[in-house]
């Protein structure tokens, strides 16, 4: 017997913000969409008179037989229930939209599994947690940049839509959510000529968030020859700290160890 995991679920009720999120998804008449976590279906019915055709995946039994009862004889609307942490969303369409409201607990797997998917997806309408959009759309010299943002932005375009009140969901959350558009990047906004060695970097970088970027990336050194000198001559001030790293300077210092490796 398969043990219940704690799904963790705070679902949306307020209709009108239901109505505003589907408006800023900006779904085309004959469009596709995958929407994660329907839940009691808030979302999955203002997508009817939107979608072309819909895709939910629900991983709890009991909102699928109740989604079921809900949306029968709806030939657009199709229901799988799966684990969307797992799930194989190239099985979904060539191109689609994703939304959803994610569920707090997994939020973070679930963005990353999707954006390995990038080349089916359009864009991702998401809501999520207040305090994880933060780091997403931080820019460099904030608190909240760190490696999330680097790997978000390197894959994506990301874009803050809207703020949700508490009030919004049932049960009531302890937390704020926010609403943010994320459209993969057919190409990096940066050029890397190694991106695992560039993500390296960024993960070293970040290792100690208040050491100095010198002392950071010498948690590098059994992988890459690290010659400083060559990574001060670029430009890169070694005394800065990690959140204040743009996307092009992690790719110049990725670019010196990837060639320096060869």
Do not use: W
């Amino acid at each position: 017997m398969r043990k219940k995991r704690p799904l963790g679920q705070n679902f949306l009720i307020d209709k009108n913000m239901a109505a505003e999120i589907i408006r800023l998804a900006d779904i085309p008449p004959e469009g596709r969409v995958v929407e994660i976590g329907p839940g009691h279906g808030v979302l999955t019915e203002l997508l009817m008179g939107r979608a072309g055709s819909i895709l939910a995946l629900e991983i709890d039994p009991k909102l699928c037989r109740e989604l079921t009862r809900k949306f029968k004889g709806r030939d657009k609307f199709q229901l799988i229930e799966a684990d969307a942490m797992k799930y194989d969303y190239s099985a979904a369409g060539p191109k689609f939209k994703v939304v959803s409201n994610l569920p707090y607990y997994a939020a973070m797997p679930i963005m990353k599994r999707l954006l390995t998917y990038g080349s089916h997806i359009t864009d991702m309408t998401l809501m999520m947690q207040k305090e994880v959009v933060d780091r997403l759309v931080a820019q460099p010299g904030h608190k909240e940049y760190g490696s999330l943002t680097v790997f978000t932005q390197f894959h994506c375009r990301v874009e803050r839509l809207l703020e949700v009140a508490k009030t919004c969901f049932s049960p009531v959350p302890k937390i704020d959510s926010s609403v943010i558009r994320l459209t993969p990047l057919s190409q990096p906004p940066v050029q890397v000529n190694n991106m695992k060695t560039f993500f390296h970097v960024v993960h070293a970088a970040f290792f100690h968030k208040r050491k100095m970027l010198k002392n950071n990336l010498r948690t590098l050194q059994k992988l890459y020859p690290l010659d400083f000198q060559k990574i001060e001559d670029a430009g890169i001030n070694l005394s800065r700290r990690g959140e204040t790293l743009s996307l092009e300077d992690f790719a110049s210092i990725s670019n010196l160890l990837a060639t320096n490796h060869d």
